[in-house]
Each structure stands twice: as structure tokens, then as C-alpha cells.
Nanobody, 129 residues
Framework: QVQLVESGGGLVQAGDSLRLSCAASGRTVSSYVVGWFRQAPGKEREFVAYVYWVNWRVTNTYYTDSAKGRFTISRDNAKNTVYLQMNSLKPEDTAVYYC???????????????????WGQGTQVTVSS
């Protein structure tokens, strides 16, 4: 099993940046697909981005359309941590952000929360206009 703990959320103004961290323990993140999801009040949880390590030279990432060009997901295998760098934040990015993990062989698309077995507790991101 893997335990995930998010951090880095906060209250920022539109246009600002935040970097969220997802620290893993129990297993190395290199074995897992790690995704970021978010849930705004009154809305369903939605996919933001995922990352998985193919080999020492190749890391694959995928983003939802609203995150492309503004968010960057990355992983530091040495620190067993996945990051979500969020730039040019907008009020509509306000949500609780969750990181989630799943063994690669269990993941088909990587964009459905039902594919992920392990979840962090979430970190609140609030963007004011």
C-alpha cells in the first residue's frame, strides 16, 4: 500500500502561482500512476493531471484541457513526491485538490477517479478575483 499526503494549498489571487506536493510513503511512486484531481463545492471530483514513470529517461504526463499550458505535473523519485505546479491561477481553479495513486497495470485511461486506489486527504486551493 501507499500513503499519500498533500500540501501546498492556500489562498491566492488570480494570476498567482502555487505548487502542490504529494508525498508518498509505503511504496515508491515510480511504481504508480499518480494523478491530481479536484473537487469544487457542489461539483463532482474532476481529473486534472497524471504522471507515471516509464524508465529513467521517460516520464509520461497527461492534462485536462483546462490545465494544459498552466499546470505542470512532475515527480521526484528520490523524494518520493509528486508536484503540481499551478500558474496563472483563476477563480474557477478554486477547489480541494487530491492526489491519488494506482498501480500502472490497473490504470486504463488515468482520468477516472475509479481507477485509483489510494487517496490523500486533500488540500484547499482558493483563488480570489
Amino acid at each position: 500500500q501507499v500513503q499519500l499526503v498533500e500540501s501546498g494549498g492556500g489562498l491566492v489571487q488570480a494570476g498567482d502561482s502555487l505548487r502542490l506536493s504529494c508525498a508518498a510513503s509505503g511504496r515508491t511512486v515510480s511504481s504508480y500512476v499518480v494523478g491530481w484531481f479536484r473537487q469544487a463545492p457542489g461539483k463532482e471530483r474532476e481529473f486534472v493531471a497524471y504522471v507515471y514513470w516509464v524508465n529513467w529517461r521517460v516520464t509520461n504526463t497527461y492534462y485536462t484541457d483546462s490545465a494544459k499550458g498552466r499546470f505542470t505535473i512532475s515527480r521526484d523519485n528520490a523524494k518520493n513526491t509528486v508536484y503540481l505546479q499551478m500558474n496563472s491561477l483563476k477563480p474557477e481553479d478554486t477547489a480541494v485538490y487530491y492526489c491519488a495513486g494506482a498501480l500502472r497495470e490497473r490504470v486504463r485511461t488515468g482520468v477516472s477517479d475509479r481507477e485509483y486506489d489510494y487517496w490523500g486527504q486533500g488540500t484547499q486551493v482558493t483563488v480570489s478575483s
